[in-house]
């Protein structure tokens, strides 16, 4: 079984910048695209960014283009989120997902496997 593990969460004043790391066990990690996504409370848990296992692709949410920066690193099974500017609206739990195929995703329901999240919190 695949295990998703998120870190490097805090709290931070606005403007700020935070990188987030999420490394996913089994051999195959190069093989699958890795998405984030944020849920603040009482909201859905919405898409951020998305990246294909050759890292040559990605997606963002137009809220973050310019400010986050999604990458990968597949000799250390790890996908990272570089959160620049962040704002008091990017307070949310981030979580990483994988998807079973190569190619970038917006959309929640094609990622299988899910961390538990990590906690962003941009004061104001």
């Known amino acids: 079984q695949v295990q998703v593990v998120e870190s490097g969460g805090g709290l931070v004043q606005a403007g700020d910048s935070l990188r987030l790391s999420c490394t996913a066990s089994?051999?195959?990690?190069?093989?699958?695209?890795m998405g984030w996504f944020r849920q603040a409370p009482g909201k859905e848990r919405d898409f951020v960014a998305s990246?294909?296992?050759?890292?040559?692709?990605?997606v963002y949410t137009d809220s973050v283009k310019g400010r986050f920066t999604i990458s990968r690193d597949n000799a250390k099974n790890t996908v990272y989120l570089q959160m620049n500017s962040l704002k008091p609206e990017d307070t949310a739990v981030y979580y990483c997902?994988?998807?079973?195929?190569?190619?970038?995703?917006?959309?929640?329901?094609?990622?299988?496997?899910w961390g538990q999240g990590t906690q962003v919190t941009v004061s104001s």
């Open positions: 990246i294909s296992w050759t890292g040559d692709n990605t």
């Open positions: 997902a994988r998807r079973l195929t190569g190619h970038t995703s917006v959309y929640r329901v094609e990622y299988a496997d």
């Open positions: 089994g051999r195959a990690f190069g093989a699958y695209a």
